[in-house]
């Protein structure tokens, strides 16, 4: 009896044990990666799952209950900050530009968690990062305010401009600096005020969720970002990128091939692919892009290039991957490939070439969210270089020392410069002699590419505009995208040049008025 009343014990101690260390290692370990043993330690191996949680009501409380970091635009607007709430959470969210920044700053709530860059970046506003512990090792254990201030890459007169030029119509305004890939705007239609979802009084909190119920079902999404998370046919922005890869591979120039004059091009096995309004068009590759060759587009994606060439092109643009910006949440991927079926199981236009035919034009099977073809203009833009795409500018703590800046950084090389500069003429002649004309701007240097997606059920299309400009003989300072999903009719009231053009045109005279 006593060896098995000894070895029950020796049981219980272990169950006890047990018990003892799971509950430290969620209760501290899991916890504490993120404080001050992290901050010690430098630990990256611990969970902060529990912590990092956005529904974790007593971080939340925590939370509340502390200073939290405003967020701040490049020219210095507040668009997120906390003030006395006078309640149990002593703290209130409060996003003072209302719906103009709702997908940008995201919201942060009691009842829904937190998202955008309230979420990205919770750790700098909340002080809890390894420098922002570390800044002094008496604040390791005190109430000092630790908190960090974000400044993001965002212009505010920029975002103004965007909000304006597009108005009512439902669509998206993305701005870039090619050189750094700072996010100098990134506006759509509709969007969201997160003070509602935000606040946490009883009563606005069932409207906020009912609020929010309805936002989530409403056309458009607003709580969706549009620029990363919506997809939409191309058009003939996309022969930016047929044109890149065809002569990066040195299989197109400025003076081959020279593409016959034609109405429609025959893929074969598949339906004539026929240009705008039954046009006759062909030659060589400026005049193509400038004139937005249906014809000769297709045929170079589907004879000149071949699919193979076609889709490992595309991915250095970041097809069929993540985008890389500081927002968190999935991102929609931009792809051109077919979708898979018994004809063909890879995806890869084996047995789709119709479908290669239609994707070198931006039709067919070819999606893309705006960042993305943002990224193709600022590829172009900035000779052949795709840099990595941010919102974060630099993180202060409350004496304005800096504890975090963004360093700008290449995400990948999507052409050779040589190929670059080469687009980059042909886009001069879209401007000069093509279907964006409306698009100069006296004394500056400017490129586009307009499209016109022509939608299934072929009465709307998107309209897009894809432009960059800066100074003549000096790299490009700013790349202008705008989409306008679903625009009624047919022919030229329709067009990318027509719907989109001036929003473009708009947005880009403000990002160049500082002399940028």
């Given at each position: ?114 998202s955008g860059l309230e979420a990205q970046y919770n750790d700098d506003l909340a002080g809890r990062t390894a420098s922002q512990r570390l800044e002094s090792l008496s604040d390791l254990f005190s109430n000092t305010d630790t908190s960090g201030n974000l400044t993001i890459t965002i212009r505010n007169d920029l975002q103004q401009a965007a909000q304006t030029a597009l ?350």
């Amino acid at each position: 009896m006593t060896r098995q009343i000894r070895a029950l014990a020796v049981v219980l101690m272990v169950c006890f044990t047990f018990l003892f260390v799971q509950v430290n290692l969620l209760q501290v370990g899991d916890r504490s990666c993120a404080g001050v043993i992290g901050a010690i330690v430098g630990s990256t191996t611990c969970r902060n799952d529990l912590d990092r949680d956005p529904l974790n009501r007593r971080a939340m409380l925590r939370d509340f209950a502390r200073p939290r970091g405003s967020i701040a635009t490049a020219d210095g607007v507040v668009i997120a900050k906390s003030v006395d709430s006078h309640d149990r959470y002593v703290y209130q969210r409060v996003y003072p530009a209302g719906s103009l920044y709702g997908q940008i700053t995201g919201y942060y709530s009691f009842v829904y968690g937190s998202s955008g860059l309230e979420a990205q970046y919770n750790d700098d506003l909340a002080g809890r990062t390894a420098s922002q512990r570390l800044e002094s090792l008496s604040d390791l254990f005190s109430n000092t305010d630790t908190s960090g201030n974000l400044t993001i890459t965002i212009r505010n007169d920029l975002q103004q401009a965007a909000q304006t030029a597009l108005g009512d119509r439902t669509g998206t305004v993305v701005v870039l600096d090619p050189r750094s890939g700072a996010v100098r705007a990134m506006w759509s239609n509709p969007n969201f005020d997160p003070n509602p979802i935000s606040h946490h009084d009883s009563d606005t909190v069932h409207t906020a969720r009912d609020a929010k119920n309805m936002l989530a079902a409403a056309p458009g999404h607003p709580l969706v970002n549009a620029a990363v998370g919506a997809l939409y046919a191309p058009g003939s922005t996309m022969k930016l990128v047929t044109g890149s890869v065809g002569v990066d591979l040195g299989k197109v120039t400025p003076d081959q091939p020279v593409y016959p004059p034609a109405k429609s091009y025959q893929p074969p096995y598949g339906s004539a692919i026929a240009n705008f309004s039954g046009e006759t068009c062909g030659g060589t590759l400026f005049t193509i892009l400038a004139v937005s060759c249906n014809s000769a587009f297709a045929q170079m994606g589907t004879e000149t290039i071949g699919p193979a060439a076609m889709l490992s092109g595309a991915a250095r643009f970041g097809f069929d991957a993540q985008l890389p910006i500081d927002l968190p949440g999935p991102k929609a991927e931009s792809t051109i490939r077919p979708p898979k079926s018994t004809q063909d199981p890879n995806g890869d236009f084996t047995h789709e070439i119709p479908q290669l035919s239609l994707a070198s034009i931006g039709q067919g099977p070819t999606v893309v969210t705006p960042l993305q073809m943002a990224m193709v203009t600022a590829a172009i833009a900035d000779d052949g270089v795709i840099m990595t795409p941010h919102l974060l500018d630099v993180v202060r703590d409350s004496n304005g020392n800096v504890t975090r800046r963004w360093r700008d950084r290449p995400w990948r090389r999507a052409t050779t410069a040589q190929t670059a500069k080469t687009m980059q003429d042909a886009m001069r002649e879209v401007v000069t002699n093509g279907t964006a004309m409306n698009m100069a701007i006296p004394g500056y240097d400017v490129g586009a590419k307009t499209g016109t997606a022509e939608l299934a059920n072929n009465q709307s299309n998107n309209a897009w505009m894809a432009a960059w400009a800066g100074l003549p003989g000096q790299t490009p300072s700013v790349v202008v995208v705008v989409v306008v999903p679903n625009v009624p009719g047919y022919g030229n009231a329709a067009t990318g040049s027509v719907v989109a053009g001036p929003v473009a045109l708009a947005v880009m005279r403000a990002a160049l008025a500082d002399g940028s």
